[in-house]
């Protein structure tokens, strides 16, 4: 597919469906979109206005190193992965800026082909498009045949689907992309969040998948779901140290700098895992609940091992689904948002608070 103009941002289209859900007696229950709703932590919020805070000099594009440092050892420590280098890890202002720049700053262009998976987060597909790249959405990066395939995304546990890919697809499709000199960029936003996913969810990073060598890989990772700094802005990537660096290079030139109190926040969020724990049994629970409902309602829940989000059908059209929650005060998100194998499925997020988990759960049941 040859790059186009940039789609209409996908969310927009709900606007009827939200007024409806928005007149329900009891107000409506937003399970569209995957925002945290739970607080901060403590040891977060004291980090943001502690000594960072009064610093009016610039922060660095690469940040401290004891950040890095610390970003470092918390993979190895919660992730089992292959020793990070502190200097092969670079903070970024969110996940998605990376994800939708990754193309650019890699250097593609015309000509050059990104891999998405077939169901999946919309901007992989925005950044090839950034970029004047082509996409291509398979799971089977083969698929691409002998055209250049220069990146390829992966996403375990999935956005839409919660599906958690194996160790042997993982390092199947790491191989692949080292016989071709592609890159391999994971997106791990919700590798924290396992929930009760069998096999558990695992790292591009890991010695089992890589054989303990990052070239050629980036692992993207997030804390706007396991720590709920959504308003934080707070990510990075890892892997390769050629590749980080090929990205600093370009983020310094261009000014994509993380706030220095942000950075201090990360370091706190990544030292501490109680909260990640806590976080993540919140997730599961609210996820029980929700996916019986949704099948005592007579949707099917798909895949929906691990992650914030349930993936269910009712066997029709997805806005027919969309509509029908709607009714009962309740905003999911239409599968066609993740491509075109999502057009009988919808997108539930376990992002409410409990409250309103239970006022959905109510609502389904009753």
Excluded at 116 to 136: H, K, M, Q, S
Excluded at 258 to 272: F, G, H, I, T
């Amino acid at each position: 597919m040859r790059p186009t103009a940039l789609p209409d941002f996908p969310w927009d289209s709900l606007a009827g469906e939200k007024a409806l859900a928005e007149a329900h007696p009891d107000g409506i229950v937003d399970l569209s979109v995957g925002t945290p709703v739970d607080p901060v932590p403590a040891v977060v919020r004291a980090a943001l206005t502690g000594p960072a805070a009064g610093e009016p000099g610039y922060p660095t594009t690469h940040g401290p190193t004891a950040l890095r440092a610390a970003i470092a050892a918390s993979l190895v420590r919660r992730f089992g992965v292959s020793e990070v280098d502190p200097a092969a890890v670079l903070p970024t202002i969110g996940s998605k800026e990376l994800v939708a720049w990754l193309p650019t700053l890699l250097g593609l262009g015309p000509g050059d082909v990104v891999v998405i998976p077939e169901l999946a987060y919309p901007t992989y597909e925005v950044g090839a498009r950034l970029a004047g790249a082509d996409w291509l959405r398979s799971d089977q990066p083969d698929a691409a045949g002998p055209r250049r395939v220069r990146l390829v995304w992966l996403n375990s546990p999935s956005n839409p689907t919660g599906r958690v890919l194996p160790v042997e697809r993982l390092r199947a499709v790491v191989a692949w992309a080292r016989d071709r000199g592609a890159v391999v960029a994971s997106d791990e936003c919700y590798l924290a969040l396992p929930g009760h996913a069998d096999p558990a969810p695992v790292s591009v990073l890991h010695p089992q998948v890589c054989g303990g060598d990052h070239t050629g890989l980036l692992a993207v990772h997030s804390m706007s779901k396991s720590s709920n700094l959504a308003g934080y802005r707070a990510a990075f990537v890892a892997g390769d140290p050629a590749l980080v660096a090929s990205l600093l290079e370009v983020r310094k030139h261009a000014g994509m700098m993380l706030p220095r109190p942000v950075q201090a926040a990360m370091a706190a969020a990544v030292a501490d895992d109680e909260h990640i724990a806590a976080q993540a049994a919140v997730y599961d629970a609210r996820r029980a609940r929700l996916r019986d409902a949704l099948e005592k309602a007579g949707l099917r829940v798909d895949h929906s091992q691990a992650g914030l989000y349930l993936w269910a059908t009712a066997g029709q059209p997805c806005r027919l689904t969309v509509r029908d929650l709607a009714a009962h005060g309740v905003l999911v998100a239409p599968g066609e948002f993740y491509g075109a194998a999502g057009a009988e499925h919808v997108r539930v997020a376990v992002t409410a608070s409990d409250e309103r988990i239970d006022a959905a759960v109510r609502r389904l049941t009753s």
